[in-house]
């Protein structure tokens, strides 16, 4: 009898333990690494760059590169965009605008309301080490074309009453062909072009954009919602009140890197007050 409950428990614990292991995650056990993978690998490294998690880094891994030119150049890039637009539009149709000017949403420039793919696809599409002289020399031809979700972001704000300004970590040097070039692209009628001056050199551009956006505040303007490509364009203080994340890899967080999150690159994202 005691070994027939024996052999009795050693059935049902045999029974239990596969039913137990059956409920656990099982990697196959013939699994190519993510090295032999590049797709697989740079999905996840989007993901842990625009979560943050990749914190500080420099260049695109340059088994990113034709990942990277996939996606800008493709359907997808234009797709999230257009939906985080739309995210965006929606909320802002809810805000009550009082009529006195002082509602006010804030952009980005670079890779929110213009691309500079054109430059980044004859330099490796991010893994290359970004050039500064070579960046303006770019920069002062004033044809990077608009993001077309964007634009038409833009334009439909407008509409509604918002008072547009645009918040840009290019300098002061900058200002003429930098509102050319957002002429050229079909901007047009924003309150406030601000751009880095000498006094901001050395900051961080989260630090910079705060400072700024502290400034409206205490003009007596209610920032609703902010747009940019990086998180440094979104966090600080004198903030839109919520978030809504725009995965922009044009100059989504991949290309270029700035001294706090992302890059001057890739992801767009969009914050917005409720």
């Known amino acids: ?14 029974l239990l333990s596969i039913t137990v292991s059956q409920s656990i995650i099982r990697m196959p056990s013939d699994r190519k690494t993510r090295n032999a993978d590049d797709d697989l690998y740079c999905a996840s490294w989007r993901l842990s760059v625009e979560t943050n998690n990749a914190g500080y880094w420099t260049n695109l891994p340059s088994r990113c590169e034709r990942y990277v030119e996939h996606y800008t150049t493709g359907d997808l890039y234009f797709s999230d965009s257009e939906v985080v637009a739309s995210d965006s539009l929606a909320f802002a149709r809810t805000v009550k605008i009082a009529g006195d000017g002082k509602d006010a949403w804030v952009f980005d420039i670079d890779e929110t309301l213009l691309s500079n793919l054109p430059y980044y696809a004859l330099h490796g599409f991010g893994s290359e080490p970004f050039d500064d002289a070579s960046f303006d020399e770019w920069v002062d031809l004033a044809e990077a074309p608009a993001l077309p979700a964007s634009l038409n972001l833009y334009k439909e704000l407008k509409q509604l009453g918002f008072t547009i300004f645009l918040l840009t970590g290019r300098g002061e040097y900058q200002r003429n062909v930098t509102g050319k070039n957002l002429l050229f692209a079909g901007y047009g009628d924003w309150e406030r072009l601000i751009l880095r001056q000498t006094s901001d050199r050395g900051k ?27 998180w440094s364009d979104l966090l600080g203080f004198a903030v839109a009140e919520s978030d809504n994340f725009r995965s922009n890899l044009d100059c989504p967080a991949w290309l270029t890197q700035d001294e706090t999150f992302n890059t001057e690159f890739i992801w767009p994202h969009t914050k917005i007050s409720t």
């Open 204 to 230: 961080s551009a989260t630090l910079y954009k705060s400072q700024r956006r502290l400034e409206l505040v205490n003009e007596g303007y209610r920032i609703h919602g902010s747009s940019g490509d990086q």
């Open 1 to 14: 009898m005691a070994a027939s409950q024996s052999l009795l428990s050693l059935l049902l614990f045999s």
